[in-house]
């Protein structure tokens, strides 16, 4: 029997078209940020409080993937005109060429940040490319302390770790000390991001985003490729 | 450019082996449930009480999905001694020859009940049969009540939908009514279950759970392939 080497050619396609996202976000001089986290975690919760208490220092726009339905991207919509919602029917991740037909509609030159909010889902979207500069996951407490451990692939890819929904705690046995630990044993070093979208304690995600953007801009200037304003 | 149909015949030799799976099942006399939820929904946790709440009254056995870590079944395996994990690597839904070779491991003829614990994803397990009898969709409430409009596919095709972790609502926003609607308009007359699978509340999963095998032992009479003990 021969073997058809699809999912090895669909993920190679994938990567081109992934580089040609990335080249035109780099020559926009846009850090963008690929958010992948199980339905339900709070990606857009954060984002909605994210834009809300960035508006005025930083110029974000969002990309939004979902099966069905354009509510998240009408929720994130009150707080930023640069929203784009990708509908993939019954894709259970976003790939680099739906990301590519996105940016047609928004205006990557207004922006400093671009953040791309993955279909809710921890496991097919982990090994997609989108042309991002950062991978961040995201877990919240409700679903247990046992996550890190059962989705080892998104936390060796991500560049963070935002832990949501920290004001739950005292109404449930989540064993923090054990979620940092499966954390740092298959990833050392990663930074884990304890918020709380709902109640506003953003605090470590928005220093650990606006680090990255301080780093961000600076390498850029260092290539010459960013001017001061 | 010639189109190959790769997804169409995987799909098509998942359920060749799914027909296979569902033979082997209706010839040992068991019902056999696909429970799919996302991540951190409590899909473990509702299993681990039913097993207890049914021990004696049931024998139920249990295949487990996930990536990685035997976790799950080792949970389980505290209140019956009929459970396999299927570690499907980097697999993000379990597929019809996967529970097949699980099946070996497990005595058929002991059980009245098996039930699959799907990997943690509300995507990719709904279009795959496995030989079940029943899908059974699962939610949680800190997950939102946004998510049956954002799943049309996993409520259209779900025999019954648990939204669990009930005990949790007083210190959430979440709208119950909205919730149910969106189940009732994608699937009028779809059972909803509302549990709490880590305070007891079990209720309406177990009558609904003991309505569906009483109907299916009837059945299983009617056509003379059951004896009575």
Redesign the interface.
Same mark, same amino acid.
């Given at each position: 029997m021969k073997k $058809?080497p $699809?999912v090895e050619n669909l993920l190679k396609l994938n990567d081109e078209v992934a580089a040609l996202n990335r080249e035109r976000f780099r020559s926009a001089h846009v850090l963008v940020l690929d958010l992948i986290g199980?339905?339900? @975690?709070g990606k857009t919760a954060l984002l909605e409080a994210t834009l809300r208490e960035l508006a005025g220092q930083l110029r974000m726009g969002v990309l939004v993937g979902? =099966?069905?339905?354009t509510?998240d991207a009408e929720r994130l919509a009150r707080w930023c005109d640069q929203v784009v919602q990708i509908n993939t029917g019954?894709g259970?991740h976003l790939e680099a060429h739906q990301v590519r037909q996105a940016l047609d509609r928004i205006d990557l030159e207004r922006l400093e940040v671009l953040v791309i909010e993955n $279909?809710?889902? =921890?496991? @097919?979207p982990v090994?997609f490319d989108l042309g991002h500069d950062h991978q961040v996951g995201m877990?919240?407490v409700?679903?247990?302390e046992? &996550?890190p +451990? &059962?989705?080892?692939?998104l936390v060796q890819s991500a560049s963070a770790l935002i832990l949501n &929904?920290m004001? =739950?705690l005292p109404? =449930? +046995?989540f064993d923090r000390e054990a979620f940092r630990r499966d954390c740092l044993r298959l990833h050392p070093d990663l930074p884990i991001l304890e918020v709380s979208a709902?109640t506003g304690r953003l605090a470590p995600w928005l220093a650990w985003l606006q680090d990255r953007v301080t780093r961000f801009r600076q390498r850029a200037q260092a290539a010459g490729g960013l001017q001061t304003e």
């Open positions: $058809v $699809v199980a339905t339900g @975690c979902d =099966l069905t339905t509510r019954r259970c $279909v809710g889902n =921890l496991i @097919c090994g877990f919240s409700p679903e247990g046992d &996550k +451990a &059962k989705h080892p692939h &929904k004001d =739950l109404h =449930l +046995a709902t």
